[in-house]
């Protein structure tokens, strides 16, 4: 017995926009692609709302009556929790259309490394290894930017390293060109290491006033973080602006 894939309008939908975006326009995408697509664009529809709450949050945290500990832990937790949730329902998809489709191996480290972004591997690098840097030699307060900074690196890398090490799900071409695509789209989607470059500011709202030794480092730190994470924006723009030809869906009329 053949599997089918199931997919809603919504999720066909969605998948035609996203297609359309990158160049292509198709009446009906295949169903691989729209069982893959789809799920992406409808979960991330609400992010507008949750980036208006995540502020609300941080602007209430960062109040003095707030514990210094307390400040770094619902920081990290908002920042991991939601986009987790969101991209446990794309996993969910994914193996759902992994059951209707040959199985293939997953592409070689190096391979999924370039798809993923070499700008974006820097960017988690640098946002991660800068900040435990900054916080064994500069923290005023280590304890929670050290717990703030392993709780970003866990859902952070429980979203790359599966974009680094998944087994393709394609069926031809057309849907293997997308299969490389959605690992650079998951990880900007829902590991946000950025935000966690931000901690460096929170410990050092602690301790004022700041002297030159203790500010230039942040300041460095941060402008850094921020420069590399625009270079990964820019990287995945480039790389995946239009689609190559292939087959995506019935042709539009």
């Not at 370039?114 to 591997?121: C, E, H």
């Not at 901690?199 to 500010?215: E, G, K, M, N, V």
């Not at 850094?224 to 689609?243: C, D, P, S, T």
């Amino acid at each position: 017995m053949v599997e089918v894939v199931w997919t809603t309008l919504a999720e066909r939908q969605a998948a035609r926009t996203w297609l359309a975006h990158y160049g292509v326009d198709v009446a009906e995408p295949t169903p691989l692609l729209a069982a893959r697509i789809g799920p992406r664009m409808l979960v991330t529809r609400s992010y507008r709302a949750y980036s208006m709450l995540a502020g609300l949050v941080w602007m209430i945290v960062l109040l003095p009556p707030v514990p210094v500990l307390a400040r770094f832990l619902v920081l990290a937790v908002s920042c991991v929790a939601y986009p987790l949730l969101r991209w446990r329902r794309v996993l969910q998809a994914d193996r759902a259309a992994a059951r209707v489709v040959p199985a293939r191996a997953r592409p070689p480290l190096r391979v999924a490394a370039g798809q993923v972004g070499r700008w974006y591997l820097a960017a988690v690098a640098t946002t991660f290894g800068g900040g435990a840097a900054l916080c064994a030699g500069y923290a005023a307060n280590p304890a929670g930017w050290a717990a703030a900074l392993l709780i970003g690196a866990v859902g952070v890398g429980l979203v790359f390293g599966r974009a680094l090490l998944a087994p393709v799900i394609a069926e031809d071409g057309a849907s293997a060109v997308i299969d490389a695509a959605l690992r650079a789209y998951d990880t900007r989607l829902f590991a946000l290491p950025l935000l966690f470059g931000f901690l460096a500011w929170i410990d050092l709202s602690t301790s004022w006033p700041w002297s030159p030794a203790r500010i230039l480092p942040v300041v460095a730190y941060c402008v850094l973080v921020v420069a590399v994470h625009i270079g990964a924006v820019m990287e995945v723009r480039r790389r995946y602006r239009r689609l190559p030809p292939g087959h995506y869906g019935t042709a539009a009329s």
